[in-house]
């Protein structure tokens, strides 16, 4: 029930069911391949192009000693930081990890 138009302010944040809460996190290639599966259901929906433009981010403890190989990525976009932003050191990593 989104239309195109507003589908271009969507953004997704997928997080693993098993990683709320427990401090686990997916491989980097887990990540990509289910951001890619999102991302191409997107392109099904509504075409390639808003699919490419639609931003998806990983959830489910990126932190400052996984952030690098999680945001390397093409289909992770972005991630969403919970107990990693409280130190300012560690976030200091994720945020230039996303700067590359």
């Known amino acids: ?5 507003d589908m271009k302010n969507v953004i997704i944040a997928y997080e693993p069911v098993w990683a709320i809460g427990t ?4 491989t980097p290639e887990e990540a ?10 997107i392109a099904e929906l509504y075409g390639a192009e808003l699919a490419e433009n639609t931003v998806i981010q990983y959830g489910g403890s990126m932190n400052d000693a996984n952030a ?17 932003s409280l130190k300012c050191d560690k976030f200091t ?6 700067n590359v």
Not at 23 to 26: K, S
Not at 32 to 41: A, K, Q, W
Not at 93 to 98: C, R
């Open 32 to 41: 990509d391949e289910t951001c890619g599966v999102i991302r191409s259901v």
């Open 23 to 26: 401090g686990l996190t997916a």
């Open 68 to 84: 690098s190989d999680l945001l390397s990525k093409v289909n992770v976009d972005g991630g969403l930081i919970g107990g990693a």
């Open 1 to 5: 029930g989104i239309s195109a138009e």
């Open 93 to 98: 990593t994720i945020v230039k990890a996303a």
